[in-house]
């Protein structure tokens, strides 16, 4: 059974930093690609970042881009989050993604429906 457990949310304050940890069970780590994504209150989910399966490459959104740092070690079999700068914008619950399909036509995934696997979210609210 895959499970991906996410931790490190909060309260925070803007300007200040956070960061999720997402660990994962029941699944071959090294090689799932890793994503995070977001929902705020009445938006759709959306995303945030994804790391390749060696982590050498990363992507995203432009939203948070220069703010936010992906990364995973996989000898923990755990994906982070590293979040600064944070703006109120920032708050919503995050959530951790897990794709074991393999497309040698596509290293982007920036949409839900391409994940496989989802932990149950960790909320981060940052205050003005």
């Known amino acids: 059974q895959v499970q991906l457990v996410e931790s490190g949310g909060g309260l925070v304050q803007a300007g200040g930093s956070l960061r999720l940890s997402c660990a994962a069970s029941?699944?071959?780590?090294?090689?799932?690609?890793m994503g995070w994504f977001r929902q705020a209150p009445g938006k759709e989910r959306e995303f945030v970042a994804q790391?390749?399966?060696?982590?050498?490459?990363?992507y995203y959104a432009d939203s948070v881009k220069g703010r936010f740092t992906i990364s995973r070690d996989n000898a923990k079999n755990t994906v982070y989050l590293q979040m600064n700068s944070l703006k109120p914008e920032d708050t919503a619950v995050y959530s951790c993604a897990a794709r074991v399909r393999i497309d040698a036509s596509a290293n982007y995934h920036p949409r839900a429906f391409e994940y496989d696997y989802w932990g149950q979210g960790t909320q981060v609210i940052v205050s003005s």
């Open positions: 790391i390749s399966r060696s982590g050498s490459t990363k």
């Open positions: 029941g699944v071959a780590f090294s090689i799932c690609t």
